[in-house]
Each structure stands twice: as structure tokens, then as C-alpha cells.
């Protein structure tokens, strides 16, 4: 069985996978499949939630680096606990809602989420660190 924190970093990962598949689906939309594949000379622009989107995930690609660094090492090392367990459930979570806030425009919200993603962060590095 795998362990809680691999399975959520492989949630994660997969969320980040396919965070894509929206923008580009508006790009088709707006600017037809021809100029979505091609390379138009004047494109026109992206709805607003779509170029928020491209900006959420492109943080959240960001941010895997460090979440998947810390819950791999934390794995290898043996340090995974409930506190490990439960921040990387939090983390998941966290990169939804961010996500959604995100797209939706809701500043308030994207932004404790973006805290509550770091929190969970902190919480794995400091079982690496304080062991």
C-alpha cells in the first residue's frame, strides 16, 4: 500500500498535469484549432480567467518542485508521520482552492491558500530538519 504522502504527491502532480486543459481549450475557442496550434502573428487575446489560469498553474509547477523535494526526501529518510501525512493532504487542498481562486479572481482566498500550501510545506521540512 502506498504511503499517504506519495499518494497525495502523485495527486498533486497529476492535478498540475492537467491544469493546462482549460486555457488551451479557450485558446481553441477564441482563436480557432489552426491559430490555437499554430504561431498567429496577432492572436487575440485570452478570456481574463484564462490567463489566470495559466498564471495558477504555472506556480503550482513552481511550487511541485518543492513539495516533491521534500515529501521524496522525507520518504527516503523514514521521517513521514501523521504531521507529514496530514501537510500533504493540506497541501493538495491548498493548490485546489488556490487554483480556483485563482481563475476566479477571488484575491483573499488564492492567497491563504497559497499560505496554507507554504504551512504545509514548512511542516514537511521542519520533520526533515528537527530530526
Known amino acids: 500500500m502506498m504511503k499517504i504522502e506519495l499518494l497525495y504527491l502523485t495527486y498533486v ?3 498540475t498535469a492537467i491544469l ?6 479557450d485558446r481553441v475557442i477564441i482563436r ?3 491559430s ?19 498564471k495558477a498553474h504555472a506556480n503550482a509547477v513552481e511550487n511541485l518542485l518543492v513539495f516533491a523535494t521534500l515529501v ?10 501523521t504531521n507529514t501525512a496530514i501537510a500533504c493532504m493540506a497541501y ?5 482552492i488556490h487554483a480556483l481562486a485563482y481563475t476566479f479572481a477571488i484575491p483573499w482566498i488564492r492567497t491563504l491558500a497559497f499560505i496554507a500550501g507554504f ?6 521540512a521542519g520533520q526533515l530538519l528537527l530530526s
Not at 493546462?20 to 481549450?25: A, F
Request: charged share 10%.
Open 13 to 15: 502532480t497529476v492535478f
Open 92 to 96: 493538495f487542498f491548498a493548490r485546489i
Open 20 to 25: 493546462w486543459v482549460p486555457y488551451v481549450l
Open 119 to 124: 504551512a504545509a510545506q514548512l511542516t514537511i
Open 36 to 54: 490555437a496550434v499554430g504561431y498567429p502573428v496577432d492572436p487575440k487575446p485570452q478570456s481574463d480567467w484564462s490567463r489566470r489560469l495559466m
Open 72 to 81: 521524496l526526501v522525507a520518504n527516503a529518510q523514514g521521517l513521514t508521520n
Open 32 to 34: 480557432g484549432l489552426l
